[in-house]
């Protein structure tokens, strides 16, 4: 299944690059700050980074995988990282839960139309090209 994940490659090469998520840890779209929402190069860097979804911690670029996991997996994968942002079924409740959680597999669906070995970047809800595929098979 293709995936996002954290990644080194072409960091530096645009001004407010950041990569402070773990090399080859699955990332997702995150949640924008209003002052990002006015402006993806603001202070905050959320408009233009991913979030890990193990460190939580964000990144401005991503490499396209093909990885061996099921939708099963992402899932559980996608629900443990609302959960730890804190809004887990407790706080927002179930059927709230169960909608974020099928919006956030959406935009992850949207990554198999990209080529395996792919940078890309964010800015608000749309990726942009950092570097072409690189010839990465599967990881």
């Known amino acids: ?4 994940t954290a990644t080194h490659d072409t960091q530096g090469a ?3 690059d950041f990569c402070f ?10 949640y924008v700050c209003p ?3 006015a402006d993806p190069d603001g202070g905050c860097g959320c408009g233009r980074a991913f979030s890990g979804m193990s460190s939580m911690r964000a990144t401005t670029t991503a490499l396209v995988r ?3 996991v099921s939708p099963d997996d992402v899932r559980m994968a996608v629900e ?5 942002a804190g809004i887990g079924p407790d706080v927002i409740g179930g059927t709230e839960f169960q909608e974020v959680v099928a919006a956030t597999l959406e935009d992850l669906a949207q990554i198999a139309q990209l080529p395996v ?9 749309h990726l942009t090209w950092r570097s072409e595929p690189s010839g990465i098979a599967e990881q």
């Open 1 to 4: 299944m293709k995936l996002l």
């Open 66 to 68: 093909d990885l061996d």
């Open 35 to 37: 002052e990002d929402e």
């Open 80 to 84: 443990g990282y609302h959960v730890s």
């Open 117 to 125: 070995g792919a940078v890309v970047g964010r800015r608000l809800d």
């Open 21 to 30: 998520a773990i090399e080859g840890e699955l990332v997702l779209l995150g």
């Open 14 to 16: 645009r001004e407010g």
